[in-house]
Nanobody
Framework: QVQLVESGGGLVQAGGSLRLSCAAS????????MGWFRQAPGKEREFVAAISGNGGSTYYADSVEGRFTISRDNAKNTVYLQMNSLKPEDTAVYYC??????????????????WGQGTQVTVPS
């Protein structure tokens, strides 16, 4: 059984930064790509960023490209999301997920088989 636990969310003013972490239990962490998604109230879950199992490939949504950076530390079974220049429209619950394959994929939720419980990020307008 795989467990994913997110942390690092909070309230930050527009233009500020936050770093989210997602710690994974289970084996063979480096064999799977990892991703971050977010869901705002009344909206569907949307893709944010993904990283391949070996960390060599990343993929971002257009809305966060250049502001967010995904990374991973396979020795610590942890994936990170560094969020800079935050905007009110970034307000959402952020979820990490484990992809079914090593490649970063194309950002579809069906590519993921395990999810964390989510962490709230709030950027007041």
């Amino acid at each position: 059984q795989v467990q994913l636990v997110e942390s690092g969310g909070g309230l930050v003013q527009a233009g500020g930064s936050l770093r989210l972490s997602c710690a994974a239990s289970g084996r063979a962490f480096s064999s799977y790509a990892m991703g971050w998604f977010r869901q705002a109230p009344g909206k569907e879950r949307e893709f944010v960023a993904a990283i391949s199992g070996n960390g060599g490939s990343t993929y971002y949504a257009d809305s966060v490209e250049g502001r967010f950076t995904i990374s991973r530390d396979n020795a610590k079974n942890t994936v990170y999301l560094q969020m800079n220049s935050l905007k009110p429209e970034d307000t959402a619950v952020y979820y990490c997920g484990r992809n079914r394959s090593p490649g970063p994929g194309v950002g579809r939720p069906v590519e993921y088989d395990y999810w964390g419980q989510g962490t709230q990020v709030t950027v007041p307008s």
